[in-house]
């Protein structure tokens, strides 16, 4: 197996986003899930630095987009033009042609725009014109939203919430990690230190072996009990989807493999629920519930739900 590399990943791209460990590590094995990412923070905090320090360390192919209303759903899936001196129609790619999409405010584009990054989310493919072509492979997308200040937003629905793997925010950096940031970025951004510690190919060998990695049947009955109960609980009127388990399943094999072990155990179940369920569970309308609230109720579901005890052998 090759969980070291993993954590040269992580070393390499620290050198660029300095402080929040464990937010690169969320990133790294929601990367090893083979999921999509929403970080939803303040700007200015390193969401851009941290994913553009990642396509560097795994050497893959990345692109940005500056999401504003007029960006359209050809920007993103490509469009065909004409070839008057080849007398035919050829294919432009769009964003999505690459490794590693960094989708910068998601929720300041038209609801159009958004469906159709998050169809080829989860289709893993474009259609333009009737020809379907894939995405390359690995594909990630890294999306983010302000979620200060509701002025020309457009808010993801449930629906489309539900295709993230995670949410997570990055949040202030204390006194230690913000003078630590100051002195580092007296000249460059830290990018220009990171070099590529793995290949494309590495990546797609160890997203293989995390999906070998061994699940008990109690671990699998801890994520569907932690599920029911989110289901059940007359604090939140949708609870985690199908969708979601798989989510915290795969999180969960992740965590295990980046820890250097070749099973699961229920503390890499209890680690990733709050990532997984968070932005995939709805408050009851009528308690005037945030999404800080809502992570209270998912914490204290957490710990009213025990977790399989360890075989006595």
Excluded: W
């Excluded at 999409?101 to 289709?123: C, F, G, H, W, Y």
């Excluded at 893993?124 to 200040?149: C, K, Y």
């Excluded at 020309?152 to 995670?166: N, Y």
């Excluded at 699998?220 to 399943?249: F, H, K």
């Amino acid at each position: 197996m090759q969980q070291n590399k993993a954590q040269k990943v992580i070393e390499e791209v620290k050198k660029a986003f300095i402080g929040k460990t464990e937010c690169v590590e969320k990133l790294m094995t929601a990367i090893l899930a083979g999921g999509h990412v929403l970080v939803e923070d303040v700007p200015g905090v390193g969401k851009t630095t941290l994913a553009l320090a990642f396509a560097k360390a795994m050497n893959v192919a990345q692109n940005r987009v500056q999401f504003t209303p007029d960006v359209l759903p050809a920007d993103i899936t490509g469009f065909t033009v004409y070839n008057r001196e080849k007398d035919g129609f050829f294919y432009r790619p769009g964003a999505v042609m690459c490794n590693i999409l960094l989708a910068d405010e998601i929720n300041r584009t038209s609801p159009k725009t958004q469906a159709a990054l998050l169809e080829v989310m989860e289709e893993g493919s474009v259609t333009v014109d009737g020809v379907t072509r894939p995405v390359p492979s690995p594909f990630l997308v890294i999306a983010t939203q302000n979620p200060v200040g509701s002025a020309g937003t457009q808010l993801l629905p449930q629906s489309q919430l539900d295709r993230f793997l995670i949410c997570f925010g990055i949040g202030y950096p204390d006194a230690a990690e913000e003078m630590d940031i100051l002195k580092s970025r007296r000249s460059g951004n830290g990018l220009e230190d990171v070099r590529p510690v793995i290949s494309s190919q590495e990546l797609m060998e160890m997203k293989k072996e995390v999906e070998e990695v061994f699940v008990h049947d109690q671990v699998y009955d801890y994520i569907v009990r932690l599920a029911q109960a989110t289901r059940n609980n007359d604090a939140l009127e949708l609870g985690l989807s199908p969708r979601g388990s798989l989510a915290l399943l795969k999180m969960a094999q992740a965590r295990a493999y980046r820890k250097g072990r070749s099973f699961v155990i229920p503390a890499d179940v209890a680690a990733e629920f709050q990532d997984v369920a968070a932005h995939r569970v709805q408050p009851v309308s009528s308690s005037g519930m945030d999404r800080v609230r809502a992570a209270a109720v998912l914490e204290r579901i957490l710990k009213e739900t025990p977790a399989p005890a360890p075989e006595k052998g």
